[in-house]
C-alpha cells in the first residue's frame, strides 16, 4: 500500500476480537460460538427507523394512500440491501416498530373515535393476514387501486 501512497489512517483504523465484532457498510460482522454471522448493524436499524419515522411524522395530514407511495420505495430498499445477511429478525423487529408509528399516526387523526373504529378504517386483513396497513383509492375512470405497506419480513432471504 505504501509504495501506491495509501495509508492506513490512525483515526479510522481499530483492530478489534472477531469475537467482539465490527461494524462495516451497514452490517455488525461477528463470531457467535464459532458461527460468523453478519447482521443490520444496531446504529444502521436505528438510521433506518429514524428515516421512517421522519416520513411519517413530516405527512401528519396526508392521504393514506400517498403515505404508502413515500414509504415503500424506502422499506423496500432497506430489505433488499439487507437481504442477503442475517436478517429475518432484525426485518420483523423493525416492521413491529413501523406498526407502532403507524397506529399513533392513524389514532392521532381521529382523537375522538376508539381503537376498533380506527382499526377497520386503517388496518385490512387480506388472506391470512390481519393489521395489514392499506388504502384503496379511487381512480379518474371509477377504478380502484389498493395500495398495501410493505412489510419487511416478507422479503425472501438469499444467501450467496
Known amino acids: 500500500m505504501a509504495e501506491r501512497g495509501l495509508v492506513l489512517s490512525p483515526e479510522k483504523t481499530k483492530i478489534t476480537h472477531i469475537g467482539d465484532g465490527f461494524d462495516f457498510l451497514g452490517w455488525n460482522i461477528r463470531k457467535y460460538d464459532g458461527k460468523l454471522l453478519m447482521k443490520p448493524s444496531k446504529a444502521n436499524v436505528k438510521a433506518h427507523l429514524d428515516k421512517i419515522r421522519e416520513v411519517i411524522k413530516g405527512?401528519?395530514?396526508?392521504?393514506?394512500?400517498?403515505?404508502?407511495?413515500?414509504?415503500?420505495?424506502?422499506?423496500?430498499?432497506?430489505?433488499?440491501?439487507?437481504?442477503?445477511?442475517?436478517?429475518?429478525?432484525?426485518?420483523?423487529?423493525?416492521?413491529?416498530?413501523?406498526?407502532?408509528?403507524?397506529?399513533?399516526?392513524?389514532?392521532?387523526?381521529?382523537?375522538?373515535?376508539?381503537?376498533?373504529?380506527?382499526?377497520?378504517?386503517?388496518?385490512?386483513?387480506?388472506?391470512?393476514?390481519?393489521?395489514?396497513?392499506?388504502?384503496?383509492?379511487?381512480?379518474?375512470?371509477?377504478?380502484?387501486?389498493?395500495?398495501?405497506?410493505?412489510?419487511?419480513?416478507d422479503t425472501p432471504i438469499h444467501r450467496h
Not at 65 to 85: D, Q
Not at 88 to 94: E, L
Open 59 to 153: 405527512n401528519k395530514t396526508a392521504k393514506q394512500a400517498n403515505l404508502i407511495k413515500l414509504l415503500n420505495p424506502v422499506l423496500r430498499g432497506w430489505a433488499t440491501y439487507h437481504r442477503h445477511v442475517v436478517a429475518k429478525d432484525t426485518f420483523a423487529r423493525v416492521d413491529e416498530c413501523i406498526w407502532s408509528m403507524l397506529w399513533r399516526w392513524a389514532a392521532r387523526r381521529h382523537p375522538n373515535k376508539g381503537a376498533r373504529w380506527v382499526k377497520e378504517k386503517y388496518f385490512k386483513s387480506r388472506g391470512t393476514r390481519n393489521w395489514v396497513f392499506a388504502a384503496t383509492e379511487k381512480l379518474e375512470d371509477g377504478t380502484q387501486i389498493e395500495f398495501i405497506l410493505l412489510r419487511e419480513a
